[in-house]
């Protein structure tokens, strides 16, 4: 059970928006933790999409948008394209115990 | 660009201890800038931290896997190093390197390619 929900999977046709959620709670992202997202293609390393809840790295395409608010944030994705069927993660910190980082459980998107 | 890459055997028995090294590129290990991850991920799921270490030697390790995590950095081959103790089945898993980064508020701005380790007898 991670200490991050996130749904399993998500799925949209290409051109559509879809919105990926992070669900924490007062010792994480509700304490003011910032969350970060990151893309897993099939068989690659994780890859950073989002950080700082709402900041892309150089290069990461604007079709991807964070966002957080209370003790949840979201990863938004539009203009989908197959390219982007991969697993996503949300990843933040936990006060309870000394830094903790935590990530979300990953959430499957499927480009239909 | 800052540059990662794993290694260490790919098949450990199970109670003994699986080690593993993270050669980094593009900057010093002694930085500031950055703190040192391991993140493992077992087959066909979801990503776990096991802890990080800072250029100053302080570390920070998943509670679940603390008392048989060992974190340390070689400043002389720009490493860092994982030691996990009395492995099982259940420590298989692709373990990755990662740095955070400062600059991105502490994310995992850079990773390695991976190194799949197995523990079987």
């Known amino acids: 059970q991670s200490v991050l929900t996130q749904p399993p999977s998500v799925s949209g046709a290409p051109g559509q928006r879809v919105t990926i959620t992070c669900t924490g709670s007062?010792?994480?992202?509700?304490?003011?933790?910032?969350v970060h997202w990151y893309q897993q293609l099939p068989g690659t390393a994780p890859k950073l999409l989002i950080y700082?809840?709402?900041n892309r790295p150089s290069g990461v395409p604007d079709r991807f948008s964070g966002s957080k608010s209370g003790t949840s944030a979201s990863l938004a994705i539009t203009g989908l394209q197959t390219e982007d069927e991969a697993d996503y993660y949300c990843?933040?910190?936990?006060?309870?115990?000394?830094?903790?980082?935590?990530f979300g459980g990953g959430t499957k998107l499927t480009v239909l | 660009q800052l540059q990662l890459q794993e290694s260490g055997p790919g098949l450990v028995k199970p109670s003994e201890t699986l080690s593993l090294n993270c050669t980094v590129s593009?900057?010093?290990?002694?930085?500031?800038?950055?703190?040192w991850g391991w993140i493992r991920q077992p087959p066909g799921k979801g990503l776990e931290w096991i802890g990080s270490?800072?250029?100053?030697?302080?570390?920070y390790n998943n509670p679940s896997l603390r008392s048989r995590v060992t974190m340390s950095i070689d400043t002389s081959k720009n490493q860092f190093s994982l030691s996990l103790s009395s492995v099982t089945a259940a420590d298989t898993a692709m373990y990755y390197c990662?740095?955070?980064?400062?600059?991105?508020?502490?994310?995992?701005?850079?990773w390695g390619q991976g190194t799949l380790v197995t523990v079987s007898s």
């Open positions: 007062s010792s994480n992202i509700g304490a003011g933790y910032d």
């Open positions: 270490i800072y250029y100053s030697g302080s570390t």
């Open positions: 700082g809840n709402t």
């Open positions: 990843q933040s910190y936990d006060s309870r115990l000394n830094n903790f980082r935590v």
């Open positions: 990662a740095a955070e980064d400062h600059i991105m508020v502490l994310s995992f701005a850079h």
């Open positions: 593009g900057d010093s290990i002694s930085s500031s800038s950055y703190y």
